[in-house]
């Protein structure tokens, strides 16, 4: 929202620096909206979430076990 109402019926401009986000396309679009041109970012512990689950769902029928798998993974990355 970009005009916040006080009790006294002033209206008070309020414009972000940056906004973090948990990547949900409907908040980053509503966040656009509302502030266009504002940088978004991503919340890094749901990015290595997405990240972990794309992990595992690719580990999936490798015949490897996942930990051992994923560690692999991350110092390749890493």
Known sequence: MKVLFSKDGEDYTFTPNAVITDQGPTEILAIKTAFPGVPIFYCAWH????????????????????????????????
């Open 47 to 78: 990015v290595l979430k997405v990240w972990e689950r794309e992990v595992k769902s690719r580990m999936t029928g490798l015949g490897v076990h996942p930990v051992d798998r994923r560690v692999e993974i991350r110092a390749q990355v890493c």
